[in-house]
Nanobody, 112 residues
Framework: QVQLVESGGGLVQAGDSLRLSCRASGRTLSTYDVRWFRRAPGKEREFVALIRRRTSNTAYADSVKGRFTIFRDNADITVSLQMNNLKPEDSAVYYC?????WGQGTQVTVSS
């Protein structure tokens, strides 16, 4: 089991950028498939992005494709989510997951 901590959330305006980070306590994330999800108030949890172990192949939800980028950083200690051209509908609590391990989430709020 691995403990995950997300950071980087905040309040921004539409069109701004944010970078979220997911850090594992005491180990690297190199051996995990890491996903970002989000949950907006009153909505179900939604897949956002994935980066595979070993290959670092990526996949994205259609709603964020071309605006968000997931990548490994800091010698695989973190997995970051670069979010550009943010929209109000991107507002949610963002969670990272490394296989079956989940973080507590970080709030992203985008004002119009």
């Amino acid at each position: 089991q691995v403990q995950l901590v997300e950071s980087g959330g905040g309040l921004v305006q539409a069109g701004d950028s944010l970078r979220l980070s997911c850090r594992a306590s005491g180990r690297t994330l190199s051996t995990y498939d890491v996903r970002w999800f989000r949950r907006a108030p009153g909505k179900e949890r939604e897949f956002v992005a994935l980066i595979r172990r070993r290959t670092s192949n990526t996949a994205y939800a259609d709603s964020v494709k071309g605006r968000f980028t997931i990548f490994r950083d800091n010698a695989d200690i973190t997995v970051s989510l670069q979010m550009n051209n943010l929209k109000p509908e991107d507002s949610a609590v963002y969670y990272c997951a490394a296989d079956a391990n989940w973080g507590q989430g970080t709030q992203v709020t985008v004002s119009s």
